[in-house]
Each structure stands twice: as C-alpha cells, then as structure tokens.
C-alpha cells in the first residue's frame, strides 16, 4: 500500500504537486489522491491522480469513509493538513495502522496542546523558549493585543492601542487571550518548518522569515539559516509523541536574540512550499520513512537567505457534456 492521500486538499496545489514529483522519484506507480468535501470545487483535487468526496468531519461515518477509500485505493499514507481534522485522525491513528496505514499525524497528547494556544504557551515554557507576557484587560497596559485561544487563519485578532480600542465585545469575548503587543519594529516573524521522524527527533529544521502576509499565510519571504536553527535544536531536538511536519510560528530580534514563541501547528503549514523549494523535501523524508522502511538523518543541507514570492494560479475545470 504505496499510494498517498492528502486530505482537507482545498487550495493545496503545489503540496499535492510536490508529492507526486517526489513521489516519481522513487517509484512511478505511487498515486497521489486528495480527498475533500466538494471536490468539483477544490483546485487539488483537479491536480491529484484522483480525488474523493468525504462527509464533514463532525459526520460519524467520517472515520469509515476515510478507511474504506484508503483500503480501495491501496493508500497506505495520509497527510492531513488542517487543525479541525487532527484530533479526530490522531485518535484513530492506531486503528488506521492495524490495516497497514499510516496517518502522518502526532499523538493526541500533543495535537490538543497545540490546538490550544493557553497551553501550547504552557509548551514553550517546558521548552525553555519565552512566550507572550499575560495582560488581565480589567488592568490592561497599552499596546497590548488580543487573539483566540483556540483560532486559526489570522481572524479575530485586535491590536488594542488605548482604552478606545477595548470595547465591551473585546472584553467579554470568553476565547480571547489577552497578551503584550510585539514590537514589530523590533522583532522579525518567522515561520520554521520542522520535520520529525518515526523515532520522534528533528531531522530537519527550515526557519523562513515572514515578509509579507495574506490571510494568515506567508506570501512573501526569505529562508533564513540563522539562529533559529541552533536555538530550536537545542530545546526540541526530541519531543516524544511527534512525527511528521511541525510548523512554529515566533518573533525573533535579532539584536539580542530574543525568540518569543506564539504557535504550533503540527501539519504542514501553508506557506511550506517554501521549504519544499529551498530543498527541504519533506515528502521525500516521508516516503523514505513511511514506504521503503528507511531511518532518516538530521539534514541541513536546503538553500540559506532564498526569498520567494508566493501568487495565485489558476485551475480549469471545462463543462460537462
């Protein structure tokens, strides 16, 4: 069961793209599929070898459809890619593997920490790496900023500048975690995209430097072998329960080299194509773990100061006859 699907697909043309070219590398009969709610209207399913239709993922009979288009298409890994769909698919890794399937996911233990930011912080203090200081709002310090504990995509973020800014919805928003603003005259964002074998150690370590953002994602940026790299090794070199693509979201000054750690996405983020083209081919890293059986190195050998400019490209679909 060599075949691979990406599921929740959506927009993730050159992560299906990247996969199929890597996947021909080893051998030519290895299919890349997606799966998604409405693939007539996701643009990967149109790039994919094949694509199917799965119910949403508050459905029961997710799990069963999932398994029963694995097991038919001789799919033998999984690759999620977005928040909602890994705690469901990290609870029934186990059962996935007693068909021969592997779910590329963490353990559940660690997929809740990461899908709640008050205790992923709790994680980096573990981790020795600094987080945003805790501001109460019924005595806040200006600038400060606001952010759901458990959100995603950049969406209901507040810079709050003065008493002005702090209204009665902000206040009482039961989800929002009240912290100190970051100073981005001062401070770089970066992403880093990690990547974690079977025996649970960092294999390679990509930071990407954010320079320009839409909608959450990167779409511009330059990758960046800095001190990150070390800084990261050092504290996460080996996290018990983890495997596969881990992307973490911090500011860095590079002044002093002060790292404040904001988030944790255990899946690959967005912006990784990034990665993928500076050399750090965590497909292949997959493959080689996950099919031909293979123990993997650390590996540092991808592009330094790489920038590239993300755009938007287009899917034709022609009509039905």
């Known amino acids: 069961m060599n075949n691979i699907l990406i599921t929740s697909a959506g ?4 992560l299906v ?3 199929q070219q890597t996947a021909a590398e080893f051998d030519k009969s290895i299919k890349v599929f997606a799966s998604d709610m409405r693939p007539d209207m996701a643009a990967a399913c149109f790039v994919a070898d094949n694509a199917f239709v799965v119910p949403p993922l508050s459905n029961e009979g997710y799990i069963d459809t999932l398994l029963s288009i694995c097991l038919a298409n001789n799919i033998g890994i999984v690759i999620p890619t977005i928040d909602t769909e890994l705690p469901l698919l990290a609870a029934n890794k186990e059962h996935f593997a007693s068909h021969g399937i592997s779910i590329v996911v963490s353990s559940p233990e660690f997929i809740e920490k990461c899908c709640d930011k008050r205790e992923t912080n709790k994680m980096f203090e573990e981790y020795d790496i600094r987080s945003p200081r805790c501001v109460d709002p019924a005595h806040p310090e200006f600038p400060m900023f606001a952010k759901p504990y458990d959100g995603s995509m950049s969406k209901n973020l507040h810079v709050i500048k003065s008493a002005d800014d702090l209204s009665e919805s902000i206040i009482n928003d ?3 975690m009240f912290m100190e603003y970051i100073d981005m005259r001062e401070y770089s964002e970066f992403t880093v995209d990690m990547y974690y074998g079977r025996d649970n150690h960092v294999k390679a370590i990509v930071p990407r430097e954010r ?3 839409r909608n959450g994602e990167i779409s511009k940026g330059i990758t960046r072998k800095n001190y990150l790299v070390d800084f990261l090794k050092e504290r996460m070199e080996h996290l018990p329960g983890v495997v596969g693509t881990v992307c973490i979201q911090l500011f860095y000054r590079q002044s002093d080299n002060d ?3 904001i988030e944790v996405n255990p899946r690959f983020g967005g912006g990784y194509p990034m990665s993928f083209l500076s050399g750090a081919n965590f497909p292949r890293m997959i493959i080689k773990e996950y099919v031909n059986k293979q123990t993997l190195d650390y590996r540092d050998d991808w592009h330094d100061n790489m920038m590239i ?9 022609e009509p039905q006859a």
Request: no cysteine; aromatic share 8%.
């Open 174 to 176: 039961p989800k929002l």
């Open 309 to 317: 400019l993300r755009y938007d490209a287009e899917v034709i679909v």
């Open 259 to 261: 790292i404040i750690g």
């Open 11 to 14: 927009r993730r043309v050159s």
């Open 211 to 213: 320079i320009e953002i």
């Open 17 to 19: 793209k990247e996969f």
